[in-house]
């Protein structure tokens, strides 16, 4: 019990239901902790065997037991889109995945608006699994999934501290999608006072100087050394 409520956010439980989810989680009461180990164990158990719909359905159930447990959501995104997508042969799947994998890690932030942990996730996929699919991304418009995240961040956060609003219809690497994703992390972190992890302050000149070498590599060499200068104040900061 101990260990289960040092892992639960601040904020209650009930808090962060939708009116449908309410009523099945007050019948399991204090249930819903066995509830989620024994669906736990179902949906790992249908993954391994290549069912992978029936795993991410039960994942998801276990999400509307616990809306509050951090560490699901980011599994379950994690899952889609790193072990379900590396499973999948044809491209097309494999981004599709991906694309849920994101999707269900912007749920989780909306459901836990002060989950460092969670925007840090999202960052990451962006910055590592994202270079999978570059040319994906470039062409997809998923500015409209994170400004609204960024968005609701700003809402607790003074005026300049705010984070820049990405730019819509404009082709971005994913580098430029982690680099913000990561500023995200840390005004999260700093609005609810915890520690910023030393590695994510770097990640963002890291991320900032990758876009720069994309650009690059698109013969936008003006372009590219603007983020390059960019980069070496960041790092200086």
């Not at 819903?32 to 719909?53: E, F, Q």
Request: positive net charge.
């Amino acid at each position: 019990a101990p260990m289960r409520g040092a892992l639960t956010p601040h904020k209650d439980i009930y808090a962060a239901l939708k009116p449908g989810e309410f009523a099945g989680t007050m019948l399991l009461g204090g249930f819903r902790g066995l509830a989620c180990d024994l669906l736990w164990t179902r949906a790992n158990s249908a993954k391994d065997r290549g069912r992978y719909y029936e795993s991410v359905a039960l994942a998801k159930t276990i999400v509307q037991i616990q809306p509050r447990f951090e560490q699901i959501w980011e599994y379950l995104a994690w899952d889609m889109a790193y072990n379900i997508a590396v499973e999948v042969e044809d491209p097309a799947g494999k981004w599709s995945w991906f694309l849920a994998g994101l999707e269900v890690n912007r749920q989780g932030i909306e459901r836990n608006p002060q989950s460092e942990r969670l925007v840090r996730h999202l960052a990451w996929m962006f910055h590592h699994k994202g270079d999978t699919f570059r040319k994906e991304i470039e062409k997809s418009n998923l500015v409209t999934l994170v400004n609204p995240l960024f968005e609701r961040i700003n809402r607790d956060l003074p005026a300049d501290q705010r984070i820049p609003l990405l730019p819509a219809g404009v082709e971005l690497s994913n580098f430029r999608y982690s680099e913000v994703c990561y500023r995200a992390t840390i005004r999260v972190a700093e609005l609810n006072r915890l520690r910023v992890l030393p590695f994510v302050r770097r990640m963002v000149p890291i991320g900032i100087e990758r876009d720069g070498n994309h650009l690059r590599n698109r013969g936008e060499h003006f372009a590219a050394l603007r983020r390059y200068l960019t980069s070496l104040e960041e790092w200086d900061r």
